[in-house]
């Protein structure tokens, strides 16, 4: 059971570059996230999707775009990339918040560096 | 969503019980508090989650006031191995609240 899974696991771009991050989960859970964490600094909500075909905007949402075409992927896309968004980025997924024990599941991190 | 409120850091001796307390005035009533903590280079992992009371699992106990304004999670016996940062986060009720959204945390130092 791979759980959550994040491609790839290092990049460097250039600015003004584009690029696009996959997150995977085989859990069939229906709330997907992606995070960005700054060095010393904690997690900051970019964009979350509530089920498949759906995405939503979190607390820093500019720059990015998301994509939920499958239940299983949620992808990240930066469309022009720039230093200020060098960072690592993490995905999550959760079954359906609420309630007991159901908790987020996390990959292990995309460190960006945008040069 | 309710604010939540940590000490930004603490260090602890290796073999004592570390109390870590979260402050979160305006939890509603279907709110979970539930406890996260993150390694270095890692993804966070989920430690515990409770409504009321007090829980405990294998890892950590939490306790609740009746109030549930704070919450406190206790690490038994530390070791250098729970050296980390330990996010509380209130929300994700039964009532659509699907945003999972993290403070900075409080980030635990044991030393030898």
């Known amino acids: 059971n791979a759980g959550v899974t994040q491609t790839p696991k290092f990049r460097v771009l250039k600015t003004g570059q584009s690029m696009t991050l996959l997150c995977a989960q085989d859990m069939n859970h229906e709330y997907m996230y992606w995070y960005r964490q700054d060095p010393g600094m904690g997690l900051r909500l970019i964009h979350y999707s509530v089920g498949e075909g759906t995405t939503a905007k979190g607390e820093v949402p500019d720059g990015y775009n998301v994509s939920r075409l499958k239940k299983q992927n949620f992808l990240l896309g930066l469309e022009s990339a720039a230093p200020s968004q060098t960072s690592v980025y993490f995905c999550?997924?959760?079954?359906?918040?609420?309630?007991?024990?159901?908790?987020?599941?996390f990959g292990q991190g995309t460190r960006l560096t945008v040069v | 969503l309710a604010k939540t409120t940590q000490p930004i850091s603490m260090d602890s001796y290796e073999g004592q019980e570390v109390n870590i307390t979260c402050s979160h005035n305006n939890i509603a009533t279907n709110d979970y508090i539930t406890w996260y903590q993150q390694f270095p280079s890692q993804g966070p992992r989920f430690i515990i989650q409770g409504y009321k009371t007090k829980v405990t699992n294998e890892v950590a106990s939490l306790f609740i006031p009746a109030d549930r304004k704070s919450s406190t999670l206790s690490l038994p016996r530390v070791s250098l191995s729970d050296t980390a940062v330990y996010y509380c986060?209130?929300?994700?009720?039964?009532?659509?609240?699907?945003?999972?959204?993290f403070g900075t945390g409080t980030r635990l130092t044991i030393i030898p």
């Open positions: 999550a997924s959760n079954p359906e918040p609420g309630g007991m024990n159901t908790e987020a599941f």
């Open positions: 986060l209130v929300g994700l009720s039964n009532f659509g609240n699907e945003k999972l959204t």
